[in-house]
C-alpha cells in the first residue's frame, strides 16, 4: 500500500491550525491508518492509532479522521513544540507502509 | 519512564555484519512486541520484521529474510537485531519500535541508531 501525503510542507504561525493529508492507493481496512510526529535526533512519537484515537498523553489538539483510502490529521492550534515532521503509517495489510511525511515549519 | 534505548552507532565495511541492540523494560520484554524499521537518507521507513520477546518468535519481511537475524537475551530484557553482508545501500538509521497489541503500529520508539557502511 503506496501512501501519500500532502503537502509536502505547510508554514504556519504558531496560533494557526493545521491540516495534513494522507492518501493511500487502496482501501485501508478497518482504519489501520496511525499518525506519528518526529524531530530530527529524537525517537518518533505515536499520535493517533485507529485513524481516530489519540495515543495516551497526546493533547487533545490532535485529532485524526478519515476512512477508507483518504485520512487527515488536524492540529487546532499549532504551539511552538509542534513545528516537526508529521508522517502516516498503514497497518492494515503486512509489510506496514509510511507516507514520506509532511513538514510543518514556522512561518 | 519507559523507553527503549538503542546502542550507539556503527561504521562498517561492506561484506561486514552489524548487531544493534534494544534495551527495553521487563513489561515491554513480555507484554509487547518489538519490531525493526529503518531509514536510509532521503528514504521512507522500511519495516523489516518483528520479534516477540517473549517466545523468540520471529518474521522478517521478504527483503531482509535472508540477511536478518532477530535474537532476544531474556536475562537483560534486550533485544537484538543482526544484519549480514552489509552494503552501501544498508546505510541507514535503524530502529526497534514496541507493538504494544500485535497490530504493528508502534507506541513507543528507540532513539535510533546510526549504521554507515563505507570502504
Known amino acids: 500500500v503506496v501512501l501519500t501525503q500532502s503537502p509536502d510542507t505547510l508554514s504556519l504561525s504558531p496560533g494557526e491550525g493545521a491540516t495534513l493529508s494522507c492518501r493511500a492507493s487502496e482501501t485501508i481496512s478497518t482504519d489501520y491508518l496511525a499518525w506519528y510526529q518526529y524531530k530530527p535526533g529524537r525517537a518518533p512519537r505515536l499520535l493517533i492509532h485507529g485513524a481516530s484515537n489519540r495515543a495516551a498523553g497526546i493533547p487533545d489538539r490532535f485529532s485524526g479522521s478519515g476512512s477508507g483510502t483518504d485520512f487527515t490529521l488536524t492540529i487546532s492550534r499549532l504551539e511552538p513544540e509542534d513545528f516537526a515532521l508529521y508522517f502516516c503509517q498503514q497497518y492494515s495489510v503486512t509489510p506496514v507502509t509510511f507516507g514520506p511525511g509532511t513538514k510543518v515549519e514556522i512561518k | 519512564q519507559v523507553q527503549l534505548v538503542q546502542s550507539g552507532a556503527e561504521v562498517k565495511r561492506p561484506g561486514a555484519p552489524v548487531k544493534v541492540s534494544c534495551q527495553t523494560s521487563g513489561d515491554t520484554f513480555f507484554n509487547a512486541y518489538i519490531h525493526w524499521l529503518r531509514q536510509a537518507p532521503g528514504q521512507g521507513l522500511e519495516w523489516m520484521g518483528i520479534?516477540?520477546?517473549?517466545?523468540?518468535?520471529?518474521t522478517y519481511d521478504h527483503n531482509f529474510r535472508d540477511r536478518i537475524t532477530m535474537t532476544r537475551d531474556t536475562a537483560t530484557t534486550t533485544i537484538y537485531m543482526e544484519f549480514d553482508s552489509l552494503t552501501s545501500e544498508d546505510t541507514a538509521t535503524y530502529y526497534c519500535?514496541?507493538?504494544?497489541?500485535?497490530?504493528?503500529?508502534?507506541?513507543?520508539w528507540g532513539q535510533g541508531t546510526l549504521v554507515t557502511v563505507s570502504s
Open positions: 520479534i516477540n520477546p517473549s517466545s523468540g518468535a520471529t
Open positions: 519500535a514496541r507493538d504494544p497489541g500485535g497490530y504493528h503500529y508502534f507506541d513507543l
